[in-house]
């Protein structure tokens, strides 16, 4: 396949706490790859992966929820992340399933869509592009970035209340996530990546 064919994005919703406000911000980032014609999404919820709380040995066969979601994360050409900030960083659930692979996230691009009361998910993002370095996974510079996540319902209860500087935030990550995805595809199709 070149690099001009439809990208299979994973969507990726990071927050499993409850009454966790991820998956209304994962429906709207959805909507917004929804539109898009070279895309095709793969959701996947951590708070539903369920991934065993302790890692195995590397010889080790993976548990089935790994395996499962391994293979989904190995299809994948790239990956946006939905995550809230916490303490100025990432959810743990987000750094457990990274750390549960390696090659899958290898020679593709991720992208951040951060949110947060007050902080607007900007350090999460930070913190998380030497994690994917060192997977060799490329975390790419435009981000998504959501501060006071809770005021930004319309009257009519929708969300996110029309704005015109987070829809053109939106659709800068998604081209420029493309635009990695099918260089990096392409690059994988034609040299096998040298971990």
């Not at 790859?33 to 890692?55: E, F, K, S, W």
């Not at 399933?97 to 951040?112: H, I, L």
């Not at 997977?135 to 996110?160: C, E, H, M, Y």
Request: aromatic residues 8%.
């Amino acid at each position: 396949m070149t690099g001009h064919g439809r990208i299979r994005v994973a969507l990726i919703v990071g927050s499993t706490r409850a009454g966790r406000f991820g998956p209304t911000v994962a429906d709207w980032f959805a909507g917004r790859l929804g539109r898009r014609r070279d895309m095709d999404v793969d959701r996947i919820d951590l708070a539903a992966a369920a991934l065993p709380g302790q890692l195995t040995d590397p010889d080790e066969p993976p548990p089935p929820e790994v395996g499962a979601l391994g293979a989904r994360l190995a299809a994948a050409d790239a990956f946006v992340l939905v995550i809230p900030e916490y303490n100025r960083s990432f959810p743990a659930a987000v750094k457990h399933a990274v750390d549960w692979f390696d090659e899958e996230w290898a020679a593709k691009p991720v992208t951040v869509v951060g949110y947060g009361r007050d902080a607007d998910g900007g350090h999460a993002a930070a913190q998380l592009r030497p994690v994917f370095g060192e997977l060799n996974a490329v975390l790419i510079r435009r981000t998504v970035t959501i501060t006071k996540v809770w005021q930004r319902f319309a009257s009519d209860g929708g969300w996110p209340r029309r704005d015109a500087e987070l829809e053109e935030a939106a659709d800068a990550a998604l081209d420029q996530l493309m635009w990695w995805a099918c260089a990096l595809r392409e690059a994988r199709a034609g040299t096998p990546f040298v971990r």
